[in-house]
């Protein structure tokens, strides 16, 4: 069975401060893919970041980059200058194979993340 | 032009009550999800299913049960409500189950 663990419950940082979510992760593939989503107040998911296990490039898309890091089965994600619009719920999620094409996502049980102004 | 559209949003009803969520998507993706968020955030999958399969989180009461008219569909039906029941839902949906899933803006139920 695959595991997500988002250790850090909430994060409090003052804004313009820099702040990285932890994701960890547990699966027997070998082939497998990880997000992030973000769930503001208004409630509605917010896909942010798609990765493969082949693919270990950090990526960098504005003030957000990502760590993936296989040989300690982590997917951090840091928000650089952070701002108070950045406050919201944070979920890592891994994909893993179930049967045929089906695969299951599994979610981490989320950061909750507010920048103060 | 919404990608993946739940109705309602907000569903008020009492215990013992059947009811329905609805759920569509128009990008054309083979497969779509339910998930069931808690009051601690936590999510989970309820169903996944394509027009091949449907796989059903062994954890899932068999009171919940979804339907799927035709690919753009998957409702989610749910028989003698209880309070347990009190969520929010999410449909989803992605283009094979590698790729990113696009979620409803979520249908909070609560069991009165």
């Known amino acids: 069975a695959q595991k997500v663990t988002q250790a850090q419950t909430e994060i409090s940082v003052v804004e313009k401060e820099d702040v990285t979510l932890d994701c960890v992760y547990e699966?027997?593939?070998?082939?497998?893919?990880l997000f992030w989503y973000k769930q503001p107040p208004s409630g509605e998911l917010v896909f942010l970041i798609r990765r493969n296990s082949f693919d270990e490039q950090n990526e960098i898309s504005g003030r957000y980059s990502w760590n993936f890091q296989k040989s300690t089965s982590s997917f951090n994600f840091t928000i650089t200058a952070s701002q108070v619009v950045d406050s919201a719920v944070y979920f890592c999620?891994?994909?893993?194979?179930?049967?045929?094409?089906?695969?299951?996502?599994?979610f981490g049980s989320g950061t909750q993340l507010t920048v103060l102004p | 032009d919404t990608a993946v559209s739940q109705t309602p949003k907000y569903l008020v009803t009492q215990m013992g009550n059947d009811k329905s969520i609805k759920c569509e998507q128009n990008?054309?993706?083979?497969?779509m999800y339910w998930y069931k968020q808690d009051s601690k955030k936590f999510l989970k999958i309820m169903f996944s299913y394509n027009n091949k399969e449907l796989i059903i989180n062994e954890t899932v009461p068999n009171r919940f049960s979804p339907k799927s008219p035709d690919k753009a569909h998957l409702n989610l039906h749910i028989n003698s409500l209880e309070l347990g029941d009190s969520a929010v839902y999410f449909c989803a949906s992605s283009q094979e189950g590698t790729q990113p899933q696009h979620f409803g803006d979520g249908t909070r139920l609560s069991i009165l």
């Open positions: 990008l054309g993706h083979d497969t």
């Open positions: 699966t027997r593939d070998t082939t497998y893919y």
């Open positions: 999620a891994l994909s893993e194979h179930l049967s045929g094409s089906a695969r299951q996502l599994t």
